[in-house]
C-alpha cells in the first residue's frame, strides 16, 4: 500500500524551515527518503530503519516514530537549491532489500 | 566513481515496437531495481533482480514486459509490441549487498511511444 506524503506542496522562503510527513498503514521496517528535480534522477538523502536512530547530515535530518508507521523530514534554514519534489520510499521486509513503495511526494519551492 | 549508468537516456519508439532500456549498476553493487514513473506521479516499482536471478517480479505487467540481469553485462529491461501508455520514464537503481538497503538510482530513460 502506498505510504500517504504531507503536505502536497510547499512555499518557503530561503532560511525558514519546512517538515515532510511520510504516513503507514501498514507496519514499516525502513523509510527512505529522495530528492528529485525536474527531469533528473532521485536522489538519495537518507534512510531509516526500524529500531534506528534518527538521522541527519547538514541541515536535513528525519525521524522515525515506529508506534505510529510514521517518518519526519526536517529541512532547517532552507537553502534555494532544496527546491525540488521529495519522495519517500518505504520498505516493509525485514530482508531489506526489496522494492520501495513511494509516496506521490511533496513538493517544495523555495523562493529567494 | 561512476554511478548507475543507463542508456539510452532517450527512446522513441512507435506502437507495435520493442524497446530495449539498459542499466549498468554502480561498481561493486549486485542488486538492481527498476521502476516507472509517469508524469507528475511518485516511482512504482516493477522489478527486483540480483545477478542471473529474479527476485521479485510482482510490480511488473504480466504481458511484453520482461527483465534480466545476465552475468556478464547490464540488466535488460524489455518491452514487446509497445503502446502510447508505456510512454513514461524508467529508472533503475542498484544497492551493494542485501544489508545495505540504499538503493541509488541512474539518469532514467525517457521512452515516448508514437
Known amino acids: 500500500q502506498q505510504p500517504v506524503q504531507s503536505p502536497q506542496a510547499v512555499i518557503l522562503r530561503e532560511g525558514e524551515d519546512a517538515v515532510i510527513n511520510c504516513s503507514s498503514s501498514?507496519?514499516?521496517?525502513?523509510v527512505h527518503w529522495y530528492r528529485q528535480k525536474h527531469g533528473e534522477a532521485p536522489i538519495f538523502l537518507m534512510i531509516?530503519?526500524?529500531?534506528?536512530e534518527q538521522k541527519g547530515h547538514d541541515k536535513i535530518s528525519a525521524s522515525f516514530n515506529e508506534k505510529k508507521q510514521q517518518s519526519s523530514l526536517y529541512l532547517t534554514a532552507s537553502q534555494l537549491s532544496y527546491s525540488g519534489t521529495y519522495f519517500c520510499?518505504?520498505?516493509?521486509?525485514?530482508?531489506?532489500?526489496?522494492?520501495?513503495?513511494f509516496g506521490k511526494g511533496t513538493h517544495l519551492i523555495i523562493q529567494p | 566513481n561512476a554511478g548507475v549508468m543507463q542508456n539510452p537516456r532517450h527512446l522513441v519508439r512507435r506502437r507495435g515496437q520493442e524497446a530495449r532500456l539498459r542499466c549498468s549498476p554502480m561498481?561493486?553493487?549486485?542488486?538492481v531495481y527498476w521502476y516507472r514513473q509517469l508524469p507528475e506521479e511518485g516511482l512504482k516499482f516493477m522489478v527486483y533482480l540480483q545477478k542471473e536471478n529474479i527476485i521479485d517480479e510482482s510490480g511488473m505487467p504480466k504481458e511484453r514486459f520482461s527483465a534480466e540481469f545476465p552475468k556478464e553485462g547490464p540488466s535488460i529491461l524489455r518491452i514487446q509490441q509497445v503502446v502510447r501508455g508505456d510512454s513514461a520514464a524508467y529508472f533503475c537503481?542498484?544497492?551493494?549487498?542485501?544489508?545495505?538497503?540504499?538503493?541509488?538510482f541512474g539518469p532514467g530513460t525517457r521512452l515516448t511511444v508514437t
Open positions: 501498514k507496519a514499516l521496517y525502513s
Open positions: 520510499g518505504t520498505s516493509y521486509s525485514g530482508g531489506g532489500a526489496d522494492g520501495l513503495t
Open positions: 537503481a542498484s544497492s551493494p549487498t542485501v544489508t545495505a538497503y540504499e538503493q541509488y
Open positions: 531509516l530503519l526500524k529500531g534506528g
Open positions: 561498481k561493486g553493487h549486485s542488486h
